[in-house]
């Protein structure tokens, strides 16, 4: 039986990668890592936990003895590493944070893999789990490939851009065997509501504004994060050692008109006349920095993988809308205390 140790998988994508890994390896058991921050939700894996071969392990990559001591422990043969301080609104309030856990505790992780199988790493990987972000803003043509020059805007694309850094050069340096991706933007269930389309879903539930950013005319590439968890399976099993994969939904959005798709989507579903939700846009102060545009060109993850993505985006968004409508108890949950602070501090 293979170890295998996934980071941050009580938070969004890496609950879907963990039961996904849970559910089709039966001969790995995964390890579940997260800290429960306040992106970290043990209810998105009701379903899965009480599994033989499914462990989870509360615990902080910042702290460097006991992901030292977790590793001497159980001996993991793999990690897929996506815990992540992963909001960019948050990064640009507490940037520290951001350095901690995405590069130092990036770089704990990496020491305990080394420091266990330096000299062995036959059959060993390591996956960190990077964003488009590192790349920095497109213009209005062009898209991002493996070896655009990293140019991060953001805190938060910052710290990303550094652990990949120090990611390739564990490679380079101790020949540590490793793949890397860079993923567009997720959206789906079970994310948390301060990404635009959770947050917009919400807003929309209890009549209160939709807020827009600036002239709302900034674009992202959206995938569906089961076929993000599909990818990640991929690139995991048969990426070649020290490559870079880009993921992306070949699905570019400006945010205004996503914005309107959703409310009409959303009209019909709570059965409010047309036009209803789109009454609720609001144009505020837009985020310092906002990259204007970013788009993948998922040729390699293609041709060389086979992966490519498989829900469309008017099924995806409607399969993200009639979730949240029927988990009100897991919106309620995670929209109650410490998340009204951030919303007022915000959006006031
Ligand atoms: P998320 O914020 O939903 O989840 C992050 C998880 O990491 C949470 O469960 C949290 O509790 C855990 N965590 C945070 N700090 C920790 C620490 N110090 N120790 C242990 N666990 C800790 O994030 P997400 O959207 O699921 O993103 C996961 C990864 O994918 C991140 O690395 C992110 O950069 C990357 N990514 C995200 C997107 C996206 O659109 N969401 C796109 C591309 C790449
Ligand atoms: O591109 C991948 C990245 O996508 C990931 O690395 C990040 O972890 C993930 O959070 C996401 O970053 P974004 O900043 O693109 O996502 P967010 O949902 O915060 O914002 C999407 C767009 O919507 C962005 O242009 C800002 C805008 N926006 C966002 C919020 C929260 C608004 O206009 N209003 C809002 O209230």
Redesign the pocket.
């Known amino acids: 039986m293979k170890h295998i140790l996934i980071t941050g998988g009580a938070g969004f994508i890496g609950s879907h990668v963990v039961r996904l890994f849970v559910n089709r390896y039966p001969h790995y058991h995964i390890y579940n890592l997260d800290a429960l921050t306040y992106a970290g939700n043990l209810e998105n894996l009701k379903d899965i936990e009480h599994r033989d071969n499914y462990t989870f392990i509360r615990g902080d990559i910042k702290d460097k003895a006991f992901v030292d001591a977790l590793f001497k422990t159980h001996h993991f043969d793999g990690v897929i590493h996506l815990a992540a301080e992963?909001?960019?609104?948050r990064s640009i309030e507490d940037p520290l944070i951001f350095v901690k856990t995405n590069i130092l505790g990036t770089i704990h992780l990496l020491e305990a893999f080394k420091a266990l199988w330096m000299g062995s790493f036959q059959g060993k990987r390591f996956y960190h789990i990077s964003?488009?972000?590192v790349y920095g803003s497109l213009g209005s043509t062009g898209l991002f490939i493996e070896t655009t020059a990293y140019d991060p805007n953001s805190p938060?694309s910052a710290s990303?851009a550094s652990s990949d850094h120090f990611v390739r050069a564990y490679g380079e340096t101790y020949e540590l065997p490793y793949v890397l991706s860079n993923?567009?933007?997720n959206y789906g269930p079970n994310q948390f509501p301060?990404?635009?389309?959770p947050?917009f879903i919400n807003n929309i539930i209890n009549n209160k504004p939709l807020?827009?950013?600036g002239d709302?005319n900034?674009t992202?590439d959206w995938l569906y994060v089961i076929d993000h968890a599909k990818a990640i399976d991929v690139v995991f099993h048969n990426g070649e050692n020290k490559e870079t994969y880009n993921i992306g939904g070949c699905n570019e959005w400006k945010?205004i008109e996503l914005v309107r798709l959703l409310c009409k989507q959303m009209d019909v579903k709570l059965g409010r006349p047309d036009g209803t939700s789109e009454k609720l846009i609001t144009f505020v102060k837009d985020?310092p920095g906002?990259d204007l545009r970013?788009a993948i060109d998922a040729t390699k993850i293609k041709n060389e993988l086979g992966w490519e993505p498989s829900v469309t985006f008017e099924e995806g968004l409607s399969e993200t809308i009639d979730w949240y409508l029927n988990n009100d108890l897991w919106l309620s949950h995670v929209t109650s205390g410490s998340y009204q602070d951030y919303y007022k501090k915000q959006y006031n």
């Open positions: 992963s909001h960019v609104d964003t488009d972000e938060y990303k993923c567009s933007n301060e990404k635009l389309i947050l807020p827009v950013y709302g900034y992202r945010n985020r906002h970013y």
